[in-house]
């Protein structure tokens, strides 16, 4: 039995894809997990797999002096993790990207072991940049990005075969709502995005004037009387009815809520988090826009949230466009290339073409 072991963490969106890759997985291969101590702990811990910590720092994208110790820190990281691979002797690591998916993954390379790499963004992060070339594969979620990498192959964002099986009338059972308004789905993420959040909540008198909302806040960020027609859920296993019971979607461009939305044709209002970042979400949320997928609101325009939604719930254009889309998972795609490592992909995939990402 092939014994892979999984790397990334730091948010929710490094993690729950390789969990949708694990659980396709887990009768039929070994499997483990490295990250560090923060949200990748207790999502591996919740969906029953073994889990091996290491202290991993990440980059803070500002003149901090904290940075000065990274180099440091990030060598007794990787040292801790190729304690762990000594250990465990995977065949394989499979590192979904992130400050937290290096250490791991750049010890199997020092080991000999074979590495696979997943970039969820248009634009490489900075340690998918370090790990290429080592790498056998690059895979990626948009074609564009797969072209940037010799050994670059697209193959989608892994998505949850439960996000598919949402059905709608039951979803608004389950969270108490109607079928007489529509239903604003705000994801705020796993921590709760602060601009999204105080932004809902200082409009919620007219917002629910048109809408129900159903917001998922983040840890620690639920209100203590919420009104009629606002349900509100620190995080939601179940995606797949928090999608179903919606009309439409409002959350940060991070890859995976994007492509999530997308497949699954949600009309999206994208607010990308732009401040501490090195520009990643702001350029998914134009890819789409460009295609005429999805709408934009910048942080400084929230003030004028009614109104993006309004223009976004009557955006027959945008309807069309999604309908006529064509986005499929990647995670059939990730797990065959898992099961025959060894096996050299179609050319025209090697190129960075995805016949069933029509966008």
């Not at 904290?66 to 993790?81: D, G, M, Q, V």
């Not at 809408?211 to 009629?228: D, R, V, Y």
Request: with cysteine; proline share 6%; glycine share 8%.
């Amino acid at each position: 039995m092939k014994y892979i072991l999984f790397c990334g963490g730091g948010s929710a969106g490094h993690v729950v894809p390789n969990l949708a890759v694990m659980n396709e997985l887990r009768y039929t291969h070994r499997l483990a997990y490295i990250g560090t101590n923060g949200i990748e702990r207790s999502l591996v811990s919740e969906a029953g797999y073994p889990f091996f910590e290491v202290d991993c720092p990440k980059l803070i994208r500002s003149l901090s002096p904290k940075n000065l110790t990274i180099p440091f820190r990030l060598a007794a990281a990787e040292k801790s993790a190729a304690a762990i691979l000594g250990r465990e002797k995977p065949d394989l690591v499979f590192s979904k990207g992130g400050f937290a998916s290096y250490p791991a993954a750049r010890a199997a390379q020092k080991l000999g072991i074979p590495v696979l790499t997943h970039e969820s963004d248009l634009s490489p992060g900075l340690a998918t940049k370090m790990l290429a070339k080592r790498c056998k594969y690059v895979l990626t979620s948009f074609p564009e990005t797969a072209k940037l990498f010799p050994n670059g192959l697209c193959v989608g964002s892994p998505m949850r075969k439960e996000l598919f099986r949402g059905e709608r009338s039951r979803a608004r059972k389950k969270y108490s709502l109607s079928e007489g308004k529509p239903v604003l789905l705000v994801l705020g993420g796993g921590s709760g995005s602060r601009a999204i959040n105080e932004a809902v909540r200082r409009h919620l008198p007219k917002l629910l004037g048109t809408w129900q909302i159903l917001h998922l806040c983040g840890k620690g960020n639920l209100l203590a009387s919420p009104p009629e027609g606002y349900v509100q859920r620190e995080f939601e296993h179940d995606m797949g009815s928090a999608y179903a019971a919606c009309d439409c979607v409002l959350c940060r461009a991070g890859s995976n809520t994007a492509f999530e939305a997308l497949a699954l044709k949600k009309p999206t209002l994208f607010c990308p988090l732009e401040r501490a970042s090195r520009g990643d979400q702001l350029q998914n949320a134009l890819y789409f826009q460009r295609r005429g997928l999805c709408r934009i609101v910048r942080e400084e325009s929230l003030s004028a949230l009614p109104a993006a939604l309004d223009a976004l719930r009557t955006d027959d254009a945008l309807r069309f466009a999604l309908s006529a889309c064509e986005i499929e998972s990647g995670t059939q795609k990730i797990l065959s290339i898992l099961r025959e490592t060894g096996a050299q992909p179609p050319s025209g995939e090697r190129e960075g073409r995805s016949p069933k990402m029509s966008v």
